[in-house]
């Protein structure tokens, strides 16, 4: 069984820079693209980006400016940072795996990590 | 950017059909997966391309796309899926999430 635990702090001072990881076991992580994704309280889920095996990625439009991604295959671990965080970065972050072809434009996530609430407050 | 539409609520009684729908620019040319959240959990995922089902997920939820829309449908509405429901489709490298559906069951 598929199982993904996210981890970090879960207080973040304004313009610093957030950091979490993400622990995948019962599957390889050399296998597969990995997300990043959050909810703002009481709001809907924002897509960050992705990452694969081989340390390439994908970003949001949005986000790119300020994320950046890393996988630890040793460790079956990937890490996200998002730097110069504001209010609006609060929300809960959840990792997930990317199941799909990529190449036919069809993705979906499963499993999902239970999530990580990350608040941004001096 | 490419945008997905989802309906803020939708209301059915127990044991009749719930239909939610999520509108995009010729979305039936891409793939849509759904998702069910309920509070204080992750997203669990019920339809994936298009219409087909994870394994564990009931025979009632089924999906359909075509033209500019994609639906969920959940036949013999139960109360154990009152629940927050996302689509999803991935266009230009990037994916997208619509702004999500309450499912009231009453």
């Known amino acids: 069984q598929v199982q993904l635990q996210e981890s970090g702090p879960g207080l973040v001072k304004p313009s610093e820079t957030l950091s979490l990881t993400c622990t995948v076991s019962?599957?390889?992580?050399?296998?597969?693209?990995w997300s990043w994704i959050r909810q703002p309280p009481g709001k809907g889920l924002e897509w960050i980006g992705n990452?694969?095996?081989?340390?390439?990625?994908n970003y949001s439009p949005s986000l790119q400016s300020r994320v950046t991604m890393s996988i630890d295959t040793s460790k079956s671990q990937f890490s996200l940072k998002v730097t110069s965080v504001t209010a609006a970065d609060t929300a809960v972050y959840y990792c997930?795996?990317?199941?799909?072809?990529?190449?036919?434009?069809?993705?979906?996530?499963?499993?999902w990590g239970q999530g990580t609430l990350v608040t941004v407050s001096s | 950017s490419y945008e997905l539409t989802q309906p803020p609520s939708v209301s059915v009684s127990p044991g009749q059909t719930a239909t939610i729908t999520c509108s995009g620019d010729?979305?039936?040319?891409?793939?849509t997966c759904w998702y069910q959240q309920k509070p204080g959990q992750s997203p669990v995922l019920v339809i994936y391309?298009?219409?087909k089902r994870p394994s564990g997920i009931p025979e009632r939820f089924s999906g359909s796309n075509s033209g500019n829309t994609a639906t969920l449908t959940i036949s013999g509405t139960q109360a154990l899926d009152e629940a927050d429901y996302y689509c999803?489709?991935?266009?230009?490298?990037?994916?997208?999430f619509g702004g999500g559906t309450k499912l009231t069951v009453l």
């Open positions: 010729k979305l039936g040319d891409k793939y």
């Open positions: 999803q489709t991935y266009d230009s490298r990037s994916v997208v």
């Open positions: 391309q298009n219409n």
């Open positions: 019962g599957a390889s992580i050399s296998s597969n693209y």
């Open positions: 990452i694969y095996y081989t340390g390439g990625t």
């Open positions: 997930a795996r990317d199941e799909g072809l990529v190449a036919a434009g069809a993705n979906w996530f499963d499993p």
